[in-house]
């Protein structure tokens, strides 16, 4: 299993890379950590005429606090980098949990956040995160910098609002509300889930107590990371105990489109992403101040 | 700008040693290193990232070398399993693996001792679980997963009464 034949050129900056993708009449793929797209080029499910590198794009690094309490995190930041990070763990600690659940050792210090979002498989960890996070996507083309949210971002199955000559250039998150919970279930660790579930609660400031919105998003259920919006209205306004989870759970089921295939049927993510709501919000449980 | 090229000069580090080559573009680390180099200590199983036999450090981090192309590696420094071998007789880690017996055909052993040498670097304790975890993207197919959990275990046990001996 060896690429078709291809062109490599290793862009030295962000204006660069547009230039080389524009130049490229849609023959072209850029290249990050590779963890999705060399495999595809093995197998030769894509056959690019040039792969443009961007891993020597400095304007694509770096993980930076911002004034609002959230984050600017650069594409090229690899999942090992997302899971370490001090900033990423204290400012949106479901993002630095999500990092962890993706592939292998060996695959986190390789891939990146903005390859994981671009190639926007449904089952991804990532993608689900920053849709739960209500993060921004940042993407530059010959038309300029355009800002696109997560929850819009996601289109299909491996689709995405990136127009062909597009790059996405990172994802500002804004700062976590302290509830939170991330919980998905794989035959293996480092596997794809099956299903997985992120959570962020949001309480009232008068009665932490009580749940003013949530904002959950399953995972391996659909054909993009699928807003649970039957849990999340049942949830406003609600007391959240063991309880409000598990109705809450039940009411995430409708919300699904799982894929029936040999890993699972429908049916059996269906149940998963019941379950799993269910534990995300009992992990966002003891995360929520008990005084504001 | 860099035009693209379907074939290119690339200079890094090999085990310590400099290399120089011209590549086609479409070229793996995995084969550059095996075809090129001669390091066949690397091994080439799934092509597609999923088995870890090919895994290889560079600088100094685990990656897969059938995902990273050849052309990629300006300037980097990669250590395959050669490089982790002493000129001498076998590594704390190997010598652990030969006295637990883990290994059974030996292809999947490179990298899982490339694997287990970077999870030792960032743990010296690591429980059992932590190593079942760190090798599960590491195919054993013949299964003998359990004497590979022991002698990683062995060695960082056999490291830290070294450390202990030495202070």
């Not at chain 1, 062109?7 to 547009?18: F, H, K, M, Q």
Request: charge should be neutral; aromatic fraction near 4%; include cysteine.
């Amino acid at each position: 299993m060896k690429p078709a034949p291809f062109r490599y050129a290793r862009a030295g900056s962000l204006a660069e890379a547009t230039a080389l993708l524009a130049a490229g009449h849609g023959e072209t793929k850029l290249l990050a950590g590779g963890q999705s797209l060399v495999p595809m080029l093995n197998m030769r499910l894509v056959r690019p005429a040039v792969l443009v590198d961007l891993n020597g794009v400095r304007e694509l690094e770096g993980i930076e606090p911002t004034p609002d309490g959230g984050l600017q995190i650069g594409a090229l930041t690899r999942h090992a980098a997302l899971a370490a990070s001090p900033a990423v763990r204290e400012r949106a600690p479901l993002l630095a949990a999500a990092a962890r659940h993706v592939g292998h050792a060996a695959i986190r210090n390789q891939g990146t956040l903005g390859g994981s979002v671009a190639h926007a498989d449904p089952a991804a960890e990532l993608p689900a995160a920053l849709v739960a996070l209500d993060a921004q996507l940042r993407a530059t083309g010959p038309r300029g910098t355009r800002v696109i949210p997560a929850s819009e971002f996601f289109r299909g199955l491996l689709t995405t609002a990136l127009e062909a000559d597009e790059i996405l250039t990172g994802a500002h998150v804004p700062a976590q509300e302290p509830g939170w919970g991330f919980v998905e279930i794989a035959r293996r660790p480092g596997d794809f889930a099956l299903a997985g579930v992120a959570a962020v609660v949001c309480s009232a400031s008068d009665s932490p107590s009580r749940v003013e919105h949530a904002r959950l998003v399953g995972f391996g259920i659909g054909d993009r990371p699928l807003r649970l919006t039957g849990a999340e209205r049942l949830l406003a306004g609600a007391a959240l105990d063991a309880q409000t989870a598990a109705r809450a759970g039940a009411a995430a089921g409708p919300d699904c489109d799982p894929p029936d295939d040999v890993h699972g049927s429908a049916d059996y993510r269906r149940h998963l992403a019941t379950v799993l709501t269910e534990r995300a919000l009992l992990q966002a449980l003891p995360r929520l101040p008990r005084r504001r | 700008m860099p035009a693209p090229r379907e074939r290119l000069a690339v200079r890094l580090t090999v085990n310590g040693g400099p290399v120089e080559r011209v590549v086609e573009a479409r070229r793996s680390l995995a084969d550059f290193l095996r075809e090129d180099l001669g390091l066949t200590g690397t091994h080439v199983g799934c092509e597609h990232g999923v088995c870890g036999a090919c895994t290889v450090l560079v600088d100094g981090r685990s990656v897969r070398s059938c995902l990273l192309f050849a052309a990629q590696l300006e300037g980097a420094s990669v250590t395959t399993i050669e490089g982790l071998t002493p000129a001498e007789g076998l590594s704390t880690l190997q010598e652990a693996f030969r006295a637990c017996h883990a290994m059974q055909c030996g292809f999947c052993t490179p990298g899982m001792i490339v694997t287990t040498t970077e999870l030792l670097a960032d743990q010296s304790a690591p429980s059992t679980e932590e190593i079942r975890e760190a090798i599960s993207g590491n195919l054993c197919m013949c299964t003998g997963y359990v004497n590979i959990v022991r002698a990683v275990e062995q060695a960082a046990a056999g490291r830290a009464a070294a450390s202990g001996a030495s202070a």
